[in-house]
C-alpha cells in the first residue's frame, strides 16, 4: 500500500527520527518521502537552500594547486580536474607559465 506524503506526514516523520537532518538522509529513510517532497517543492522548506561555497582563485592559489598536484602536466589535465582552476588560470594569463617546464 502507498502511502499518501503530506507536508505534515513528512515533518512527522522528521519528527520520529532525529537521523533525518538533510535531504540525502531523508531520501535514505523514505524514498517515497523524499520523492514526494520534491514533487511538492517543500524540500527547501524542510532542510533550507544548500549554499555553495564560493572559493575565491588568486595566481597564487592556481599554482599552488598545480604544483599539489604532479598529474596535471597540461592545461587539458587541469581542466578536466579543477575546471575553476583552469578557468582561473586561464583568466590571470598564466597558463604558459603553469606548464612550460613540461615541454
Known amino acids: 500500500m502507498d502511502k499518501k506524503w503530506t507536508y505534515e506526514t513528512i515533518t512527522k516523520l522528521i519528527e520520529e527520527h532525529?537521523?533525518?537532518?538533510?535531504?540525502?538522509?531523508?531520501?535514505k529513510i523514505s524514498q517515497s518521502a523524499y520523492k514526494a517532497a520534491l514533487k511538492m517543492g517543500i524540500v527547501d522548506d524542510l532542510f533550507g537552500k544548500p549554499v555553495k561555497e564560493r572559493y575565491i582563485w588568486s595566481k597564487e592559489k592556481?599554482?599552488?594547486?598545480?604544483?599539489?598536484?604532479?598529474?596535471i602536466d597540461s592545461k587539458t589535465k587541469l581542466k578536466n580536474s579543477n575546471e575553476s582552476a583552469?578557468?582561473?588560470a586561464y583568466r590571470f594569463h598564466i597558463m604558459n607559465e603553469l606548464f612550460e617546464s613540461v615541454k
Open 86 to 88: 583552469y578557468n582561473a
Open 62 to 71: 592556481v599554482i599552488n594547486y598545480v604544483k599539489q598536484h604532479p598529474e
Open 18 to 27: 532525529p537521523e533525518i537532518n538533510s535531504r540525502s538522509s531523508l531520501e
